[in-house]
T-cell receptor, first 116, second 111 residues
């Protein structure tokens, strides 16, 4: 009963370094999402993938890229990390963007990223 | 500009009493509203949702009320239990795209 799995759970990066956050779901969901959570800001959508083969920008896409590798996996890449990207990152999935209106998202447990 | 606002950062309630968490929104195009609960070091968990064509939805101890004219929704938890202590996020969406979350309200239920 893994649900949504995110790796790594913690990461410290130096300014300018790059890294990829991995996300995989085993629920055969079509839609996947990346959010960041900052104190006092709630969760903000970075990118989403409504279905395999498609990706779209969310509220705060600058500085990030995504890849929907297959139906299960949706990765988030920071090409040149900045201190402003220090945050907790959550991956989520839903059967479809439509069903998410009634049944919500299933979230992973998050990746805590610090950029120094 | 925050489209979904939770103006109370925290709320403290006695066990057995009612907890009322509030949320305001600005975009009249939202057609679904959701509540999530989050424990420390875990991801948010979906609690309950409501369509904009309804004014109330119940699921066990949780009831969500929607007042479209005031652009306001609230989550009632009755009776409150210590295990309900968590951060509650209000969220809104239009057709499921780009769900927008509020900043969250931390609920403390005292035994």
């Amino acid at each position: 009963n893994a649900g949504v799995t995110q790796t790594p759970k913690f990461q410290v990066l130096k300014t300018g370094q790059s890294m990829t956050l991995q996300c995989a779901q085993d629920m055969n969901h079509n839609s996947m999402y990346w959010y960041r959570q900052d104190p006092g800001m709630g969760l903000r959508l970075i990118y989403y993938s409504a279905s395999e083969g498609t990706t779209d920008k969310g509220e705060v896409p600058n500085g990030y890229n995504v890849s929907r590798l297959n139906k299960r996996e949706f990765s988030l890449r920071l090409e040149s990390a900045a201190p402003s990207q220090t945050s907790v990152y959550f991956c989520a999935s839903s059967e479809s963007y439509r069903t998410a209106t009634s049944y919500g998202y299933t979230f992973g447990s998050g990746t805590r990223l610090t950029v120094v | 500009d925050q489209q979904v606002k939770q103006n109370s950062p925290s709320l403290s309630v006695q066990e057995g009493r009612i907890s009322i968490l509030n949320c305001d929104y600005t975009n009249s195009m939202f057609d679904y509203f959701l509540w999530y609960k989050k424990y420390p070091a875990e991801g948010p968990t979906f609690l309950i949702s409501i369509s904009s064509i309804k004014d109330k939805n119940e699921d066990g101890r949780f009831t969500v009320f929607l007042n479209k004219s005031a652009k306001h929704l609230s989550l009632h938890i009755v009776p409150s239990q210590p295990g309900d202590s968590a951060v509650y996020f209000c969220a809104a969406t239009r057709m499921g795209f780009k769900t927008i979350f509020g900043a969250g309200t931390r609920l403390f239920v005292k035994a």
